[in-house]
């Protein structure tokens, strides 16, 4: 049974940052890409990032392109996720997940429609 713990979410106003973790159990981790997605309320999810299995290369969707950062510790089972300058709208409960991928390395398409949720998220909100 896969276990999930999402970490590093919180208030924060305009412009600032946070780290979000996330820690995978049950899971060969190392055997997946792997990413995050958010979901505000009403709201359809959003994919944010995709990593490739050993770190090495990492895609970003645009509304999150050179403010986000993804990495993970495949040692540890964690995943990370760095924002900066955060936005109002990027206010909602981030997840992290295995995304569908085209290839192993993110460089093609990737997506988290039917990514399973294990986690109950990390909720961040920004303030204006």
């Known amino acids: 049974q896969v276990q999930v713990v999402e970490t590093g979410g919180g208030s924060v106003q305009a412009g600032g940052s946070l780290t979000l973790s996330c820690t995978i159990s049950?899971?060969?981790?190392?055997?997946?890409?792997m990413g995050w997605f958010r979901q505000a309320p009403g709201m359809e999810r959003e994919g944010l990032s995709c990593?490739?299995?050993?770190?090495?290369?990492?895609s970003y969707a645009d509304s999150v392109k050179g403010r986000f950062t993804i990495s993970r510790d495949n040692a540890k089972n964690t995943l990370y996720l760095q924002v900066n300058n955060l936005k109002p709208e990027d206010t909602a409960m981030y997840y992290c997940?295995?995304?569908?991928?085209?290839?192993?390395?993110?460089?093609?398409?990737?997506?988290?429609?039917?990514?399973?949720?294990w986690g109950q998220g990390t909720q961040v909100t920004v303030s204006s």
């Open positions: 049950g899971l060969t981790f190392d055997d997946y890409a």
């Open positions: 997940a295995v995304p569908r991928v085209t290839d192993d390395y993110c460089s093609g398409s990737w997506d988290f429609a039917h990514a399973v949720q």
């Open positions: 990593i490739s299995i050993d770190g090495g290369s990492a």
